[in-house]
Every structure is written in structure tokens, then in C-alpha cells.
């Protein structure tokens, strides 16, 4: 149990489908990030909350994303009109303003058809 | 723009070999370092961080790091490989001041044979 939990762990869907991924942080961490990995390389950062606000936004982060964390607890990643290039595993960490280490979830691996 | 480089995309080793992974971040001013590994089938994991001090910093499972600010390097040290260190290691970057984003590395996959 990494203390982070993301759902759905695998996701397959169409091209053009819709699709939302939730993190629920460890409770006490108020910073929330989003991270995106494709096959060979490292997760490239996507963005970040501290509380319910969303502090700074990658610009991978085409029109088609959208991430939320309404009541600066869960949060939700919402990806419009699937590519193929979206397929990726989509990891989310949190932590304490004061403290750099991250704990991460094992994240949501999506595949578009 | 700021990136970090880890040199080797694949190492293989045998058991009680010595390991040297490299790290290069390139960003001008103060940072915090990061190793983390993720074995198979899980979640990425902290190895060890730096922040401020001894650049020598001491890591779970007998890993090490060297910060060497002229270098620009954080590379990840470990006298004795064992089979269940085969994994993924990743280097990691996060600009000083806020604990932030962290920029990763592409990583290195270490397979150590018995």
C-alpha cells in the first residue's frame, strides 16, 4: 500500500472517447501532482496542486486536459477526444510543502485504440 | 531549459559488482536532487534526496549519492550490487525554494545476474 491511490490502474478506450483518472492523496499532503510516462523514458510533469488550487501547469497540458481537485483532497484527470499519442502510463504523487519526497501512486495506465 | 541526463539506459551487472549511475541536471541555480527506483511491477520509490549539507548523501538499501555542485552531477553509488537491486533507477530534479515539479531523467534499467 504506497498511501496513494489512483483509479482505474488500466484503462483501454477509442479513439475520440473521453476518459477521467482519479488520485486520492495521502491525507495529510496538501501538494498534488500529475505526471505523464511513456515507454523509455521518465515521467514528464504535467501539473500541481497545493489545496484546491492549481499552481502551475505544464504545457503538455494541451486544451484536451483538464485536472481538478475540487475540495483539496482527490483529484481528477480528465483527458477529451483521445489520441493515440495520449497512450501512456499517468502517475500521480503528493507531498508536504516543507518536504521533497514525493510519494507516488502506481498509476493508470491508458491505451487508446 | 532545464533536463537531466542519466548516461547509461541499460547496465548489467553481476552480484557483488560495484555500481556507478550517472546523473547530470543542467539549471543554473539552487537545487534539490532525487533518486528513486521502481522495481518491477511497482510504484516509483525514494531512494535518497539531497537538499543542503554533506554532498555525500546515505539512501535505503545501501545507496549513495554525490552532489558535486561544479559538476552539475548527482550520481548514485552502491559497493555491492545484489539481484534484488534489479530495477529502473530514475534521477530527479525539483529548483530549490518550492517543492515543486520534478524533472526526471530518462532512467537506467540495472540488471544484476547472479
Known amino acids: 500500500d504506497t498511501g496513494v491511490s489512483q483509479d482505474p490502474r488500466h484503462k483501454i478506450t477509442k479513439r475520440g472517447q473521453n476518459v477521467t483518472f482519479r488520485c486520492d492523496p495521502i491525507?495529510?499532503?496538501?501538494?498534488l501532482y500529475w505526471y505523464r510516462q511513456t515507454l523509455g523514458q521518465g515521467p514528464e510533469f504535467l501539473t500541481y496542486?497545493?489545496?484546491?488550487?492549481?499552481?502551475?501547469k505544464s504545457r503538455l497540458l494541451s486544451d484536451r486536459f483538464s485536472a481538478e481537485r475540487p475540495k483539496g483532497s482527490f483529484s481528477t484527470l480528465e483527458i477529451q477526444r483521445t489520441e493515440q499519442g495520449d497512450s501512456a502510463m499517468y502517475l500521480c504523487?503528493?507531498?508536504?510543502?516543507?518536504?521533497?519526497?514525493?510519494?507516488f501512486g502506481s498509476g493508470t495506465r491508458l491505451t487508446v485504440v | 531549459a532545464q533536463s537531466v541526463s542519466q548516461h547509461n539506459h541499460h547496465v548489467i551487472l553481476s552480484e557483488a559488482a560495484s555500481l556507478e549511475l550517472g546523473c547530470n541536471y543542467s539549471?543554473?541555480?539552487?537545487?534539490?536532487l532525487f533518486w528513486y527506483v521502481q522495481y518491477p511491477g511497482q510504484h516509483l520509490q525514494l531512494l535518497l534526496k539531497?537538499?543542503?549539507?554533506?554532498?555525500l548523501v546515505k539512501g535505503i538499501k545501501g545507496f549513495e549519492a554525490e552532489f558535486i555542485k561544479s559538476k552539475f552531477s548527482f550520481n548514485l553509488r552502491k559497493p555491492s550490487v545484489q539481484w534484488s537491486d534489479t530495477a529502473e533507477y530514475l534521477c530527479?530534479?525539483?529548483?530549490?525554494?518550492?517543492?515543486?515539479?520534478?524533472?526526471f531523467g530518462a532512467g537506467t534499467r540495472l540488471a544484476v545476474h547472479p
Open positions: 504523487a503528493s507531498s508536504l510543502p516543507t518536504d521533497g519526497g514525493y510519494t
Open positions: 491525507s495529510e499532503h496538501n501538494r
Open positions: 496542486f497545493q489545496n484546491e488550487a492549481q499552481l502551475e
Open positions: 539549471y543554473g541555480g539552487t537545487v534539490n
Open positions: 539531497y537538499f543542503s549539507g554533506d554532498p
Open positions: 530527479a530534479v525539483s529548483p530549490s525554494g518550492g517543492y515543486n515539479k520534478l524533472i
